[in-house]
Structures are given as structure tokens and as C-alpha cells.
């Protein structure tokens, strides 16, 4: 099961920051990247909105109002992901970046004993 799941049906605005109400909601007001909630992060200000698949790749620039592209973010995450995105040698060696809106967490992630 996802960590994340998104509202059916999508919005559909020309402007994708007009999601962000949404959006935060989707994610519960967490990271979708690292998932830490606002609160820990002083508030919903230091968040932003991620294009999953980056807007500025040209083949993913038909995506910029997709509203199933926009990912919450807090600010780190954002900015270290940035316009990132494997190239096809890389996603031939099996190498992508982890969706939690369509993964189950456990398949990447196993907590320990000690919580961490
Ligand atoms: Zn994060």
C-alpha cells in the first residue's frame, strides 16, 4: 500500500500553484520525500510544490499542471531533487527516484528496532 493517496478526480488548473491547498492535503501536510510534517519543519512555508517529473526535462513538460506531478516537498528535498531525473542508461540499471504515491514504503525502507 502507498504512503500516499491522491484525490480522485484530479483538479485540473492552467496554474499548478492553485493545487497547493490540495496538494498539502494529499500529503498530509508531509514531505513526500523524506515525509516530515510541517510542524518539524516551522510550518507549511518552508513546503513547496515539486514537479515529480521535473518541468524543466523537455519530455516532461506537458506535465506542469498535472496535478498527479505535484508533489508536496519541504524545502531541502526540493532543492536537492531539483530538476534530477535518471537518464535511460540509469533507469536501465533500475535506477529511479522512490514514489510513495504508488510504492509501499517497506519495499524500500525497513525501521529498526531501536524506531530509526
Ligand atoms: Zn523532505
Not at 19 to 42: G, K, S
Not at 64 to 83: A, E, L, P
Request: hydrophobic share 30%; with cysteine.
Amino acid at each position: 500500500m502507498s504512503v500516499f493517496t491522491r484525490r480522485v478526480p484530479a483538479p485540473e488548473e492552467t496554474d499548478y500553484t492553485k493545487y497547493r491547498p490540495l496538494v498539502r492535503e494529499d500529503f498530509r501536510e508531509c514531505c513526500a520525500y523524506c515525509l516530515l510534517h510541517e510542524i518539524l519543519a516551522a510550518g507549511a512555508d518552508n513546503f513547496e510544490l515539486d514537479h515529480f517529473h521535473p518541468k524543466s526535462i523537455p519530455e516532461f513538460a506537458h506535465r506542469v499542471n498535472d496535478f498527479y506531478n505535484i508533489y508536496y516537498s519541504c524545502h531541502v528535498c526540493n532543492h536537492t531533487k531539483g530538476r534530477k531525473w535518471p537518464d535511460e542508461k540509469l533507469i536501465s540499471q533500475g535506477y529511479r527516484f522512490v514514489d510513495l504515491c504508488a510504492e509501499d514504503f517497506s519495499e524500500h525502507f525497513r525501521e529498526e528496532d531501536d524506531g530509526f
